[in-house]
């Protein structure tokens, strides 16, 4: 079906230049759906022309599937015993090293914020003031008869 549609517009393209004197313009169109070539009947019997490039042969190529030699490739070099190699290197220190001794680097780090050493400040505050027989908290947070106010003018 869109291989007619598509033929037709071709034929009736080409009519329309041929009738207003435009040189008509060899088109030829492909459908990437169904793969079906379309040309118009003043090429259909002719073959295209190849182009007369000459290609220059990339002494290292660069897209070269390294899954064929190494099917377990690992992505790290071209011969495989290294590739396993530096995939358990890379792992070892990845996994093993930075993790294991990362966790325990952050866990033996000294008290952050000082929590622990406040508690333990708090709790040697509550038993001197135990021992000495003075109340645990005051509600002044410092002793009133050593603060200076200012005195009030009328």
Request: overall charge negative; proline content about 8%.
């Amino acid at each position: 079906m869109a291989m007619g549609i598509l033929g037709l517009c071709a034929r009736r393209l080409l009519a329309a230049t041929a009738m207003q004197g435009l040189p008509a313009v060899r088109v030829r169109w492909e459908s990437s759906a169904s793969r079906v070539v379309v040309i118009p009947p003043a090429m259909a019997g002719k073959r295209p022309q190849e182009p007369n490039i000459r290609w220059q042969e990339d002494p290292d190529p660069e897209d070269e599937n390294l899954y064929e030699k190494n099917p377990d490739s690992h992505g790290y070099d071209k011969d495989p015993v290294v590739d396993l190699w530096n995939m358990r290197i890379v792992f070892f220190f990845g996994f093993s090293i930075v993790l294991v001794l990362g966790s325990t680097f952050v866990a033996y780090l000294p008290d952050y914020r000082m929590r622990e050493w406040s508690r333990r400040e708090a709790e040697r505050l509550i038993k001197y003031r135990e021992a000495n027989g003075l109340p645990i908290m005051e509600s002044n947070c410092f002793d009133p008869s050593k603060i200076q106010l200012p005195e009030e003018d009328d």
